[in-house]
């Protein structure tokens, strides 16, 4: 068994993300894609498997990934050879390239549970871009908070190409001092009945409140900031969303 580290996307979370998501919603990726302008450079910070990134590719932007998952990387370069992605915790992640238009998809965001490791990376996403750039990302909102959950349960079951079965156990606990949501998770993959393969996953996550992250962003010195409750770009104005979409400058 494979213990990892929080939130790190290993071998058999990566063969089942692939199986459950191979392509990016299309509402998700023409929200971001509208951002884009002709002759842009363009960073997506957790790319993963490029879901986002490769479809930008094939329409001829300048895009480049940074990922911390080996995993997750290899996968992407299967789809794209010659993709420009480099591995690395985003807090590490060192380039003297600047950038017209930094955006993370899929609320990854939350990922960084803790207030100084989030506040770390939002300040190193404005610093990556160039003056007149935005930065867009999303994040998981309250609205995204399940019932805690003392024993784990099957979420999912895929088959694998080789006729192998990949499942994927969970539970839940709810935070509310830190607004965190813990939902440890093991893959374990059968053939026929026998374990062949089993890991863990400490996966967590921040479920943000209206207003929350705008202050997190303010002190990061971003001076314009917009809130936007739908990839329509509706305003925010309650938690009742599932996400918050946000558009920062500078």
């Known amino acids: 068994m494979d213990s990892l580290k929080e939130n790190y996307y290993g ?25 884009v302008r002709e002759g842009m450079s363009v960073l997506e910070p957790l790319c993963g498997s ?36 480099v591995q690395s915790d985003l807090e590490d992640y060192e380039t003297s390239e600047r950038f017209d238009y930094v955006f993370i998809s899929s609320g990854s965001v939350s990922l960084f549970t803790d207030r100084d490791s989030c506040k770390a990376v939002l ?62 998770a093991v893959y374990a993959l059968y053939e026929g009945d026998a374990l062949i393969q089993r890991e863990e996953m400490d996966f967590r996550t921040h479920l943000y409140a209206l207003g929350e992250m705008e202050s997190l962003l303010e002190e990061c010195g971003f001076t314009e900031v917009a809130t936007y409750a739908s990839f329509d770009k509706d305003i925010a104005r309650s938690n009742s969303t599932e996400s918050f979409f946000y558009e920062c400058r500078f």
Not at 160 to 170: F, K, N, Q, V, Y
């Open 11 to 35: 071998s058999l979370c990566t063969e089942m993300y692939e199986m459950l998501h191979p392509k990016a919603p299309q509402d998700e990726l023409a929200f971001y894609l509208s951002y």
């Open 50 to 85: 490029g879901r986002f990134l490769v479809p930008f590719l094939e329409r001829g932007i300048a895009i480049k990934g940074v990922d911390n998952s080996r995993e997750m990387l290899e996968k992407l370069l299967e789809k794209a050879p010659d993709a420009a992605v």
């Open 123 to 184: 300040s190193k996403m404005r610093t990556l871009l160039k003056k007149g750039g935005v930065f867009v990302f999303a994040v998981d909102t309250v609205a995204n908070r399940e019932p805690d959950s003392d024993d784990y349960v099957v979420r999912e079951t895929v088959e694998t190409d080789d006729g192998r079965r990949l499942e994927l156990s969970s539970k839940s606990r709810y935070d509310e001092a830190t607004g965190t949501q813990y939902s440890p």
